[in-house]
């Protein structure tokens, strides 16, 4: 099993900026891919970024150039770095972790971004 922890969530202005961070714990020995989702209201869940354990970043086409996805792997940790957010970025964003080789994929509790002036 693998626990994350979310936080760095909050309310922004627009063209602000947050940084999110997710602590992985348990067997993460195990985990292959880290990424960020985010579901606003109304709206399905969505990929916004992810990285795998070799570092290559994979960006949603409405985030790129915005938001910089990075992986600590001496500290189980990845980050999401969101510049110039816009208030269409509102939404809960959740911490993901994958396990190619089990399939078995975890999610964190979700952080509130609220991007309003």
């Known amino acids: 099993q693998v626990q994350l922890v979310e936080s760095g969530g909050g309310l922004v202005q627009p063209g602000g900026s947050l940084k999110l961070s997710c602590a992985a714990s348990g067997s993460i020995f195990s985990i292959n891919v880290m990424g960020w989702y985010r579901q606003a209201p109304g709206k399905q869940r969505e990929l916004v970024a992810d990285i795998t354990s070799g570092g290559s970043g994979n960006y949603a086409d409405s985030v790129k150039g915005r938001f910089t996805i990075s992986r600590d792997n001496a500290k189980n940790t990845v980050y999401l770095q969101m510049n110039s957010l816009k208030p269409e970025d509102t939404a809960v964003y959740y911490c993901?972790?994958?396990?190619?080789?089990?399939?078995?994929?975890?999610w964190g509790q979700g952080t509130q971004v609220t991007v309003s002036s």
């Open positions: 993901n972790a994958v396990d190619l080789g089990s399939q078995n994929v975890y």
